[in-house]
């Protein structure tokens, strides 16, 4: 009995380690093909990116007086808009000033517009104060102030 004890503790103690080495083995290669294959892919997309770079690069080199241009031209937009604005609030100052000396009321725009043709007055208005203002606006094409400011630059 003892002697098959022996028996049985040496048959569980055997190793096969080539078969675990190869297993092993095959884990291995499996791998490095997996890491071969993803340094190509990488390698490919690092190509393909610097190719990409200096055509992107060549085109910027090429459109950059185009794009030079195009900067001008909002700039210039920009100015035109903020003279536009300017322009606009000078008018609305003037007219809220004309409002309150002819005593127009804002509280309903339609009633006030139309109360001339409601009840009018006999009494004809021998002078009429003139709004005269120090700043003559001079009236020129948006188009014209645009090519001149690009021309310029």
């Known amino acids: 009995m003892l002697a098959e004890?022996?028996?049985?503790?040496?048959?569980?103690l055997?190793?096969?380690?080539?078969?675990?080495?190869k297993r092993t083995q095959d884990i291995i290669d499996n791998m490095l093909t997996r890491l071969e294959e993803l340094a190509s892919v990488l390698q490919m997309i690092k190509v393909k990116?610097?190719?990409c770079n200096s055509l992107v690069t060549e085109d910027i080199g090429k459109h950059r007086s185009e794009m030079t241009v195009l900067f001008k031209k909002i700039n210039t937009l920009n100015l035109v808009i903020a003279k536009i604005s300017s322009n606009i609030d000078s008018i609305e100052k003037q007219v809220e000033k004309a409002e309150s000396h002819f005593g127009v009321s804002n509280d309903n725009r339609i009633k006030n517009l139309l109360m001339p043709f409601w009840k009018r007055n006999k009494e004809?208005?021998?002078s009429v104060p003139s709004t005269t203002t120090d700043q003559h606006f001079k009236l020129?094409?948006?188009?014209?102030?645009?090519?001149d400011k690009t021309s310029q630059q």
């Open 124 to 126: 004809i208005v021998d």
């Open 140 to 147: 020129c094409s948006v188009l014209e102030h645009f090519e």
């Open 14 to 21: 055997k190793l096969d380690l080539s078969s675990e080495m």
């Open 49 to 51: 990116n610097s190719d």
């Open 5 to 12: 004890t022996i028996v049985d503790y040496s048959d569980y």
